[in-house]
């Protein structure tokens, strides 16, 4: 009986990845909010973040994996200037030939990412958004060209600032409610921008116009 491959090995080195879902829609969070974009969501994540609303993209045992070629394909074939990279945590594997592709089709690349792992591939805007429980890597903090904290309760601003350290001056720093607890905390982080006004707030824009 042969032995079972290794899942890393069925990627190819990155010719094939654990696709959960790709669409074309307006981004919801953080800097680029209203922006057209067609999203890439890679399945696979080991941060486990209690509040995640995707939940269903942590095991990537559940997503075969698709060839590369195919995903830039149907990325290429819609309207998208931009395209947004995100998991799950796709830092989980080898991005290069998926955004070498992308980029030779003169498409803009997004990444949204714990930064819990190695980088790979090359984007043009990073968005990085620490959790607790699985710290950026020290690399994740010099790539970053925006910081998005979640916010659950009051004690998360200490932690949004400890991160803050980290960026270079030039990254921009959001503090977003988590959706579950918006209506509690969004006072709380109104007045922390008002008193700390180099935070922005960022809101699930997304679901307020009820598309993905």
């Known amino acids: 009986m042969s032995e079972a491959k290794n899942p890393m090995e069925l990627l190819e080195g990155g010719r094939r990845l654990p696709l959960v879902e790709d669409f074309y829609t307006i981004q919801g969070e953080g800097y680029h909010t209203g922006k057209a974009a067609y999203f890439i969501?890679?399945?696979?994540?080991?941060?486990?973040?209690?509040?995640?609303?995707?939940?269903?993209?942590?095991?990537?045992?559940?997503?075969?994996?698709?060839?590369?070629?195919?995903?830039?394909?149907?990325?290429?074939?819609?309207?998208?200037?931009?395209?947004?990279?995100?998991?799950?945590?796709?830092?989980?594997?080898?991005?290069?030939?998926l955004t070498s592709a992308l980029h030779e089709r003169g498409l803009e690349l997004f990444l949204e990412?714990?930064?819990?792992?190695?980088?790979?591939?090359?984007?043009?805007?990073?968005?990085?958004?620490p959790k607790r429980q699985q710290p950026p890597l020290y690399e994740a903090f010099a790539r970053a060209d925006e910081l998005k904290v979640i916010v659950e309760r009051p004690e998360d601003f200490e932690w949004a600032e400890l991160n803050a350290a980290r960026v270079r001056p030039e990254c921009l720093l959001y503090v977003q409610p988590e959706w579950s607890v918006s209506e509690q905390v969004m006072p709380l982080l109104v007045e922390y921008v008002k008193a700390n006004p180099r935070w922005n707030i960022s809101i699930q824009a997304h679901k307020y116009m009820h598309i993905p």
């Open 41 to 97: 969501r890679l399945g696979g994540c080991d941060v486990g973040c209690r509040w995640c609303d995707a939940k269903y993209t942590w095991n990537p045992k559940l997503y075969p994996p698709v060839e590369v070629e195919t995903i830039v394909g149907r990325a290429v074939a819609c309207a998208a200037q931009a395209v947004v990279i995100t998991g799950g945590e796709p830092l989980l594997y080898p991005l290069g030939m």
């Open 113 to 129: 990412t714990s930064g819990s792992h190695p980088f790979s591939g090359e984007f043009d805007w990073v968005c990085l958004s």
